[in-house]
């Protein structure tokens, strides 16, 4: 079984520039969704995608932005980077059932905005 | 909302004592999780509570759950060095359809000889 990957590890960027994080869910997940974790906090919930739509979403502006392909993989964007965007940034993939939904979390794309 | 409080956010102890990190949240939930999360790295999930009263070990770590209480606990027991580690409960916030995660803080544990 494969579980959550996410690419690239590392990223550095310069403000006002465009970014593309990617994720691959693990194997029979149908869920994905992206946490930021700034240096020294816990993560916080960006945004949810089930059967390739948004499912629900945290207080993160609307450029960023994502997607879910039909093979359950995710990418997110970010648009006009700030540097407040500089963080780890977290996708966990999950399988959506009415019991509970545990989150995998994968290894994380540090983003580092200059 | 639901907030996610940890304390404390920051334990030094010794090899060999006892301790425990607590979690409280503000808003009805039947999920809460715990989290390891070494530096750099991403989270490593070490415990799952779905119920009032659940109770899980692994090693020197047990974590139970009061959702009366709205209350959960992590406790180490004869702490190693192994067990420095960030560690995070996490809570499944079950408001606007999504399971969503609200996380604490952490909690910043390290063990010295």
């Known amino acids: 079984e494969t579980g959550v990957t996410q690419s690239p590890t590392h990223l550095i960027k310069t403000r006002g520039q465009q970014v593309t994080l990617r994720c691959s869910s693990q194997?029979?997940?149908?869920?994905v969704s992206w946490y930021q974790q700034a240096l020294g906090q816990g993560p916080q919930f960006i945004f949810q995608?089930?059967?390739?739509?948004?499912?629900g979403r945290g207080n993160f502006p609307p450029r960023f932005s994502g997607l879910q392909f039909p093979n359950y993989s995710s990418e997110l964007n970010v648009n006009a980077l700030e540097l407040d965007d500089s963080a780890l940034y977290l996708c966990?993939?999950?399988?959506?059932?009415?019991?509970?939904?545990?989150?995998?979390f994968g290894p994380g794309t540090r983003l580092t905005v200059l | 909302e639901l907030k996610v409080e940890q304390n404390p956010l920051f334990l030094s102890m010794q090899e060999g004592k006892n301790y425990t990190i607590y979690c409280n949240y503000s808003?009805?939930?039947?999920?809460l999780y715990w989290y390891r999360q070494d530096p750099g790295k991403s989270l490593e999930s070490l415990f799952v509570?779905?119920?009032?009263?659940a109770v899980k070990q692994e090693g020197r770590l047990m974590a139970s759950l009061d959702t009366k209480a709205r209350l959960s606990t992590l406790h180490i027991t004869a702490a190693v060095h192994d067990l420095s580690a960030t560690y995070f409960c996490?809570?499944?916030?079950?408001?606007?359809?999504?399971?969503?995660?609200?996380f604490g803080k952490g909690t910043k544990l390290t063990v010295n000889p």
């Open positions: 194997s029979g997940h149908n869920t």
């Open positions: 509570l779905l119920s009032n009263g």
């Open positions: 966990a993939s999950s399988y959506r059932d009415r019991v509970y939904n545990e989150q995998f």
């Open positions: 995608y089930y059967r390739e739509e948004e499912n």
């Open positions: 996490a809570v499944d916030d079950p408001q606007g359809g999504s399971e969503k995660l609200v």
């Open positions: 808003t009805t939930s039947d999920r």
